[in-house]
């Protein structure tokens, strides 16, 4: 049984670096992502990320050390992680990365405070719908 992660964190790279960035870590991630049989979207707000990760537990579980070492943000908080019978997400997919007020609606928040609160679940909830609905799009 696979197991799925989704976490948030603050961005560190400048804005106007962003888009290198966003190169840097979909090459490498392609790559990574599929040796280790792993699967998920990514997004990159103004202020911040969110990535579902899904795959073989200890996959997921190596890849998360390696993001969790990652200079590019800080402030790493993991919102859920679980079995789950089925993927979400037939590929690793940038979803979205940009300043839309909407996506970072989604995001910021749940960066912001890092205390755990009972909302957590429901804007875990909002935010997967979110990244399913722009993967559906690219698909």
């Known amino acids: 049984m696979d197991t799925a992660l989704l976490y948030v964190s603050r961005r560190l790279v ?3 670096d962003l888009s290198g960035a966003i190169v840097d870590i979909m090459s490498v991630s392609r790559v990574r992502n599929a040796m280790l049989d792993v699967t998920g979207a990514l997004i990159a707000t103004r202020a911040a990320f969110a ?3 899904e795959g073989p537990p200890r996959a ?3 890849l998360m050390d390696s993001i969790r070492r990652d200079c590019r943000h800080s402030a790493l908080r993991v919102l859920t992680e679980a079995p ?3 993927r979400r997400f037939n590929r690793w997919a940038l979803v979205y990365w940009g300043p839309s007020t909407f996506v970072a609606g989604h995001v910021e928040p ?3 405070d890092q205390n755990a ?3 957590d679940h429901e ?3 909002r935010l997967l719908s979110l990244m399913q609905a722009f993967h559906s799009t690219n698909a």
């Open 14 to 16: 400048p804005y106007p």
């Open 51 to 53: 990535q579902w990760l």
């Open 60 to 62: 997921v579980e190596t």
């Open 84 to 86: 789950v019978s089925g």
């Open 110 to 112: 749940l960066v912001q």
């Open 117 to 119: 609160k009972a909302s």
């Open 123 to 125: 804007g875990a909830h």
